[in-house]
């Protein structure tokens, strides 16, 4: 049988069904609006973001890149700087000044080009007269009135020259006088090219230009800027039509303000200092590269809003039919969630007392771990420096005693050396905890080690320890804390004498190179490392109670890490541990920052 609704049942339902849908129209429409208000504010922050970031990657990249400019330009003066000293020097070019006589000075001139690698390489005599050349076209030229043969004339130095030339462009040479007998004969001219660079940096960078002391510009990838200062050279700039002027303002509204404009077109600036006679090196980089990243992204992200535009209109078309008997069953559980609230609120507020009171147990806990950790490390690095202070308080008492008194002040002075450093380590002990250091200084490995071994020589003496260093005889520069990279070595030395204490004929193999980094290598032929993977973990050691604390390699670890570099350790194939500490060389440390 079937039961039907009465009459008066349907006018109920009816009004039901149309409050819910006018309920679904304003959910719609509420939704649709906060989606364009998101959408809005997240592409606005999107593209503020990641034009902010894009602008300081890319100016990151342009200073970079004029960092290699300006290196590539200190090289070749460097290297042409050197060429009039050797050969103002050379016999048959004196010779051929004394004797007049030039048939083989150019062939001799053009030699030394191809082994040089000079742009050209001029002979001139006393009365300023090319009489040899690598362009055998400027003999017979006379430059007696030249800036750079009367500086070369009174000068016995080696004088740099910038010189216009009619293209509009600048010549730089390096010239020398040639004397014999204290006796002036000529000068040696030698050019660079620099305007080579002028070619490879309009392939790779938008606009490039090098100003002197005074200013001017004197190389630049826009010829019309040679012999302007830089706001002369800015202000040359071709009137924007209409539709270039929108597509500027357009331009500028989405990025941020630019450094300067370039025919017309925003760029930004980046300026560096060439060390040499006060030159400054200037680069322009243009956005377009930023705006195709930022619009790329905004792109995707409209397209996801889109997207989600469309399934919020089907959820909540979704959502308007089921509320009615959504609202029923959620007013039942609401109630018995509101009841369970209370109760998590009440157990929450307990957790809550039992968390602050375990807090503070914890605080108190790593306060007393970090003052263990800290005394343990003043006791460590203090040892070796109180030991031996008491050698050489010994060896003065002794001085004294057969009255040698000159001797005993040497002692003394090494004592007050070691005093010294003593607190210099208590200053440094805070690195330990915190990572970075705030003296870094160009250093020569070999005379950290150096200073190493000296510190070492009381326990060296009482010890027949053989000891092998091979190191070489240029400098190994690198960029770092000297007081705590010579604490590094000296506990590196002092494993090794522990290592060999049991040894017949204990010996330490000390290996100092420069190749891509810089490596030093300390060797001992003791009886290896048990558990390599414990080796730099803190109060970890082998030793006997009162020997040691197992904070050494740990502490030397974070130094070298500190300082960029890595400390490994292995066993040896034929016996003995080597640790290896490496380093970057100095040059590539400073480009890293």
Not at 25 to 50: E, F, H, K
Not at 52 to 60: K, L
Not at 440 to 445: G, H, M, S
Not at 488 to 505: F, G, P
Request: charged share 25%; hydrophobic share 45%; net charge positive.
């Amino acid at each position: 049988m079937t039961v039907r609704p009465s009459s008066s049942a349907r006018p109920e339902a009816e009004a039901i069904t149309a409050s819910d849908r006018r309920a679904g129209r304003w959910w719609l429409r509420g939704a649709i609006g906060l989606i364009v208000l998101v959408a809005v504010a997240v592409i606005w922050t999107t593209n503020s973001w990641l034009t902010a970031r894009f602008t300081e990657s890319t100016r990151n990249r342009a200073e970079v890149r004029v960092a290699l400019y300006t290196g590539n330009i200190i090289s070749e003066l460097q290297r042409n700087s050197v060429v009039p000293l050797l050969l103002a020097r050379d016999p048959e070019l004196i010779g051929a000044l004394n004797s007049q006589n030039y048939s083989l000075t150019s062939s001799r001139l053009i030699s030394a080009q191809k082994e040089i690698g000079a742009a050209s390489i001029q002979l001139l005599d006393a009365q300023g007269r090319v009489v040899a050349a690598t362009d055998r076209n400027r003999i017979g030229a006379n430059f007696a009135k030249e800036s750079f043969f009367i500086s070369a004339q009174r000068s016995k130095e080696t004088i740099f020259t910038v010189s216009s030339q009619d293209s509009g462009g600048s010549a730089f040479t390096y010239s020398r006088a040639v004397t014999f007998d204290n006796q002036f004969r000529g000068v040696i001219l030698v050019g660079v090219d620099l305007t080579r660079f002028e070619r490879s940096w309009s392939v790779i960078a938008d606009a490039v230009a090098v100003t002197d002391s005074e200013g001017r510009i004197i190389l630049a990838t826009e010829p019309r800027w040679r012999g302007l200062t830089m706001a002369e050279a800015l202000s040359v700039r071709s009137a924007p039509s209409a539709i270039q002027r929108a597509l500027q303002a357009t331009a500028d509204w989405a990025n941020p303000a630019p450094d300067a404009y370039v025919q017309g077109e925003a760029v930004m600036r980046v300026d560096a200092r060439v060390p040499f006679r006060g030159w400054r090196m200037t680069a322009f980089s243009t956005y377009d590269s930023i705006r195709e990243r930022v619009n790329a992204v905004l792109a995707l992200e409209i397209m996801l809003f889109a997207i989600l535009m469309a399934g919020a209109f089907y959820l909540l078309q979704r959502r308007a039919r089921l509320q009615s008997r959504v609202l029923l069953r959620e007013s039942t559980e609401l109630r018995q969630l509101n009841s369970r609230l209370q109760r998590e609120i009440a157990e929450r507020e307990k957790a809550q007392k039992d968390l602050a009171v375990a807090e503070q147990t914890l605080a108190q806990s790593s306060k007393l771990a970090a003052l263990g950790e800290m005394s343990a490390a003043v006791s460590h690095e203090l040892n070796q420096p109180l030991a031996a202070m008491k050698t050489y308080l010994a060896g003065a008492r002794l001085l004294l005693q057969r009255d040698r008194p000159t001797e005993a002040m040497s002692s003394f002075q090494r004592i007050d050396d070691l005093i010294e450093r003593m607190g210099a380590i208590t200053r440094q002990l805070k690195s330990y905890a915190r990572k970075g250091g705030e003296a870094f200084e160009p250093v020569d490995l070999r005379l950290c080690l150096s200073s190493a071994l000296t510190m070492m020589e009381p326990q060296l003496r009482t010890r027949a320890v053989r000891i092998v260093r091979s190191v070489p005889r240029s400098p190994v520069m690198v960029m770092a804390d000297r007081l705590r990279l010579e604490q590094v070595i000296i506990n590196l030395l002092r494993n090794a004498l522990d290592a060999t204490r049991d040894q017949k004929s204990p010996q330490i193999d000390i290996l100092l190179a420069s190749g891509e980094t810089a490596s030093l290598s300390v060797r001992d032929n003791g009886t290896g490392i048990a558990d390599l993977d414990k080796l730099f973990e803190p109060f970890w050691t082998t030793k006997k109670p009162g020997d040691g604390v197992g904070l050494g390699l740990a502490i030397s670890s974070g130094i070298v890490t500190d300082l960029g570099g890595r400390l490994t350790a292995r066993n040896a194939a034929d016996g003995g541990a080597v640790f290896e500490m490496r380093l970057p060389l100095l040059g590539e440390a400073r480009a890293a920052e």
